[in-house]
Nanobody, 129 residues
């Protein structure tokens, strides 16, 4: 069984922080480019932060809206990818999904969510006072 499971979402005040986790089973994440995506009500799913294959240069890509606030990282030993979110804003409210793809660069993955090979079920992030 191939599966991705997100966790760490919740309710946070503006300016606060959250750390999301995505744990994989059934396959090894270090063979894939990885990404975090989000979907707000009434909007399409969009790429937020992505990271290249661990066998590559480990370059990352971030959407302009989160540049300098979000950080993506992988832990090969735990077969897990993380998203550290700082200085959260109400506009960050969405369901956040992790995804993995074996054939795309970090930038390409974030720009083309429809080509993701494996999806998690998502975790809700709500930023409100």
């Amino acid at each position: 069984q191939l599966q991705l499971v997100e966790s760490g979402g919740g309710l946070v005040q503006p300016g606060g922080s959250l750390r999301l986790s995505c744990a994989a089973s059934g396959f090894t994440l270090d063979k894939y480019a990885l990404g975090w995506f989000r979907q707000a009500p009434g909007k399409e799913r969009e790429g937020v932060s992505c990271i290249s294959l661990s066998s590559d240069d480990r370059r990352t890509y971030h959407d302009e809206s989160v540049e300098g606030r979000f950080t993506i990282a992988r832990d090969g030993a735990k077969n897990t990818v993380y998203l550290q979110m700082n200085r959260l804003e109400p506009e960050d409210t969405a369901v956040y999904y992790c995804g993995a793809d074996s054939g795309l660069t970090a930038e390409a993955l974030c720009r083309m969510p429809k080509f993701v090979d494996y999806w998690g079920q998502g975790t809700q992030v709500t930023v409100s006072s």
